[in-house]
Structures are given as structure tokens and as C-alpha cells.
């Protein structure tokens, strides 16, 4: 299994409750272990971004790497459109607003309508998930891309911490020790992480 | 479930509902924190502030009712179509203002060349 298919399995499973929501730390348990992840203080974002920005600087002047306007080229040039899976995007937006619109001003009393309507939302919906997994699945291989997961890595890293006799210490010493921990607990840190910044940046 | 279903089946509780609406009287805190607020957080209060808003106007408008609120496709579309009405409505005022406008303009014309026609 890919790892970005096991990221998204994993988000599917989480177990959801409500203190996600009372203050900005997630904990969540692994092999009996209790865990969590916590937002970035001012000095960790500016750490992290520092990280990506040397990342982005250092691909960019690595001819084995392409920006994503150069990948989109490439890909033209072997006939596969990234512009046209924006249009094919907008074009079921724009469906889909208009299949909204209609459904809002169906009565209670026309269920049946209701149902086909939700039915169609939830078509168009999936419709507009597949190209834009397809578009995330072509770009992936652009230095944005890379570095973009880079930062995701290096943000679990820094704010993953471990329950250890009542303290919670730092989960990884270093991002070396990190690169080499269990790809199942990195695997959920990051899906812990995408879940608290949601809304804010999400990575799959 | 996803996440965002999640905060909203939470947002739209009776018990975070009367929370939200009565945090500042109050003076209670909705979280632990107060900066730094999560992702999940900001766009949970911004559902409370959403559903709070919907609960006052329910008895209002003819499209809204418990059952709409309740199902989040169907809150979506009509979430939509407000969100339409309203950029009609702002189109139809800017349109009016222009005419106004216009209008004004071609008073002051008339108006000129009444007094010029007289001297």
C-alpha cells in the first residue's frame, strides 16, 4: 500500500470524540502507548517553514526536479491536460451549485425528490474528488508537492510528543530517529496533525 | 464519519449551542486555550456561530426547518442559495446605484441647459 493511501486509510479510521475540540492537542494511543500532537509554537513555525523554504531553495537548483508549471509542460507534451481536469472541475461545480440550489428549494413534503437530489450531490461530489485526486496524483512529483509533504513530516517531528511517567516528553530526539521510526506512529502522528490544522492546511 | 461532519453534529448540540450563546455573558471559555487555536477548533466555532445564527432565523424563512439543519447536504444547498440571493441582491443594488446615479447626471444636463436656453 502506498504510504499516502495508508495516510488516508488511517484519517478514515481515527477515533473522533470531543476533546479533539477543547483545546489545540490531540491524544491518541498507539501499541498502549499514549501519544499526542499539539499546535506549533511561534518558534517551531518559523523552524519549519525555514525548513521548507532551504527544501524548496535546494530542489529548485536540482535539474532531477521540476516546479509544477514545468511538470505541467512536461505532461502536455505526452497529451495529458492538467487544464483540462480544471475545466472538468469547474464544469461539476458548477453542477453542483445549480443541483444545490434545486434541492434547497424542494418541500419536506417531496421526498422523494429530496432523495434524488441528495443522490445526485453525492455523485457530482465524488466525481469532483476523482479528478482531484487524479490532479493531486499527477503533481505529486513537483518540488511544491515534495516540499509541501516535507513540511508535514517535519511539523510531526517537532510537535509529536509521548506520555513517559506523567511527563509528555518529545517523541523523536531527532529527525533522523524520526525518518527511521515506525511508519505506522509516524503514519498517525500525521494523521493527527492533519486533523488539528484542518480547515487551516490539509495534505490529502 | 468525516471530521467535518463530526464538528458539525457537535456544533448544532443543544449543550454547545447555550454554551456559545451564553460564553460571553458568562465569561466561560469555550477551550482550554485561548491562542493559538487549532484548525478543528476555528472551524467548529465557526459552525456554532452558523448554527446559531440558523436556529434564531428557523421560523423565518421558508426554506429552513429542523430537518434541513439537521442534514448536512441539504444545509449546504441552502447555505448556496442564500449565498446567491445575497450576490443578487448586492448586483441589483450596485445596478440601482448606477442608475441613480445616471439619472442624477442627467438632471443636472437638463438643468444646465434649461438656465443656459434662458440666459
Same mark, same amino acid.
Not at chain 1, 483545546?23 to 501519544?35: G, H, L, R
Not at chain 2, 426554506?63 to 444545509?75: A, E, F, G, H
Not at chain 2, 441552502?78 to 442627467?106: C, F, G, P
Given at each position: 500500500?502506498?504510504?499516502?493511501?495508508?495516510?488516508?486509510? /488511517? @484519517?478514515?479510521?481515527?477515533?473522533?470524540?470531543?476533546?479533539? =475540540?477543547? +483545546?489545540?492537542?490531540?491524544? !491518541? #494511543?498507539?501499541?498502549? *502507548?499514549?501519544?499526542?500532537?499539539?499546535?506549533?509554537?511561534?518558534?517551531?513555525?518559523?523552524?519549519?517553514?525555514?525548513?521548507?523554504?532551504?527544501?524548496?531553495?535546494?530542489?529548485?537548483?536540482?535539474?532531477?526536479?521540476?516546479?509544477?508549471?514545468? /511538470? @505541467?509542460?512536461?505532461?502536455?507534451?505526452?497529451?495529458?491536460? =492538467?487544464? +483540462?481536469?480544471?475545466?472538468? !472541475? #469547474?464544469?461539476?461545480? *458548477?453542477?453542483?451549485?445549480?443541483?444545490?440550489?434545486?434541492?434547497?428549494?424542494?418541500?419536506?413534503?417531496?421526498?422523494?425528490?429530496?432523495?434524488?437530489?441528495?443522490?445526485?450531490?453525492?455523485?457530482?461530489?465524488?466525481?469532483?474528488?476523482?479528478?482531484?485526486?487524479?490532479?493531486?496524483?499527477?503533481?505529486?512529483?513537483? =518540488?511544491?508537492?515534495?516540499?509541501?509533504?516535507?513540511?508535514?513530516?517535519?511539523?510531526?517531528?517537532?510537535?509529536?510528543?509521548?506520555?513517559?511517567?506523567?511527563?509528555?516528553?518529545?517523541?523523536?530526539?531527532?529527525?533522523?530517529?524520526?525518518?527511521?521510526?515506525?511508519?505506522?506512529?509516524?503514519?498517525?502522528?500525521?494523521?493527527?496533525?492533519?486533523?488539528?490544522?484542518?480547515?487551516?492546511?490539509?495534505?490529502? | 464519519?468525516?471530521?467535518?461532519?463530526?464538528?458539525?453534529?457537535?456544533?448544532?448540540?443543544?449543550?454547545?449551542?447555550?454554551?456559545?450563546?451564553?460564553?460571553?455573558?458568562?465569561?466561560?471559555?469555550?477551550?482550554?486555550?485561548?491562542?493559538?487555536?487549532?484548525?478543528?477548533?476555528?472551524?467548529?466555532?465557526?459552525?456554532?456561530?452558523?448554527?446559531?445564527?440558523?436556529?434564531?432565523?428557523?421560523?423565518?424563512?421558508?426554506?429552513?426547518?429542523?430537518?434541513?439543519?439537521?442534514?448536512?447536504?441539504?444545509?449546504?444547498?441552502?447555505?448556496?442559495?442564500?449565498?446567491?440571493?445575497?450576490?443578487?441582491?448586492?448586483?441589483?443594488?450596485?445596478?440601482?446605484?448606477?442608475?441613480?446615479?445616471?439619472?442624477?447626471?442627467?438632471?443636472?444636463?437638463?438643468?444646465?441647459?434649461?438656465?443656459?436656453?434662458?440666459?
Amino acid at each position: 500500500m502506498e504510504k499516502k493511501e495508508m495516510l488516508q486509510e /488511517l @484519517i478514515q479510521n481515527l477515533n473522533l470524540n470531543e476533546s479533539m =475540540i477543547r +483545546d489545540n492537542k490531540i491524544e !491518541f #494511543e498507539y501499541k498502549k *502507548e499514549k501519544y499526542r500532537v499539539r499546535m506549533p509554537k511561534a518558534g517551531e513555525d518559523l523552524e519549519v517553514n525555514e525548513k521548507k523554504n532551504t527544501l524548496y531553495i535546494k530542489l529548485l537548483k536540482d535539474d532531477n526536479y521540476l516546479t509544477e508549471e514545468q /511538470l @505541467i509542460e512536461t505532461y502536455k507534451k505526452k497529451s495529458i491536460n =492538467i487544464s +483540462d481536469l480544471n475545466k472538468q !472541475f #469547474e464544469d461539476w461545480a *458548477e453542477k453542483l451549485k445549480n443541483t444545490q440550489i434545486e434541492l434547497a428549494k424542494i418541500p419536506d413534503s417531496n421526498q422523494e425528490a429530496i432523495e434524488n437530489l441528495i443522490k445526485k450531490i453525492v455523485d457530482i461530489k465524488d466525481k469532483m474528488m476523482e479528478i482531484s485526486q487524479k490532479k493531486v496524483i499527477l503533481l505529486q512529483y513537483s =518540488i511544491e508537492a515534495k516540499v509541501e509533504h516535507y513540511y508535514y513530516l517535519y511539523l510531526a517531528y517537532l510537535v509529536t510528543e509521548k506520555l513517559e511517567n506523567g511527563d509528555w516528553i518529545k517523541c523523536w530526539k531527532t529527525y533522523e530517529e524520526f525518518e527511521n521510526g515506525e511508519t505506522e506512529l509516524v503514519g498517525l502522528a500525521i494523521a493527527w496533525i492533519t486533523n488539528l490544522l484542518y480547515g487551516v492546511k490539509q495534505i490529502v | 464519519m468525516s471530521i467535518e461532519t463530526y464538528i458539525r453534529k457537535l456544533a448544532r448540540t443543544t449543550y454547545y449551542q447555550l454554551l456559545y450563546q451564553n460564553a460571553k455573558e458568562l465569561r466561560l471559555s469555550l477551550f482550554e486555550n485561548k491562542l493559538n487555536l487549532s484548525g478543528i477548533q476555528i472551524i467548529f466555532t465557526y459552525w456554532l456561530r452558523t448554527y446559531g445564527q440558523l436556529y434564531e432565523n428557523i421560523t423565518l424563512d421558508e426554506y429552513l426547518n429542523i430537518k434541513v439543519i439537521n442534514n448536512d447536504i441539504r444545509l449546504d444547498a441552502y447555505l448556496v442559495l442564500k449565498k446567491e440571493e445575497r450576490k443578487k441582491e448586492k448586483l441589483e443594488m450596485a445596478r440601482q446605484k448606477i442608475k441613480d446615479k445616471l439619472n442624477k447626471s442627467m438632471d443636472n444636463v437638463s438643468e444646465t441647459t434649461f438656465y443656459q436656453k434662458k440666459v
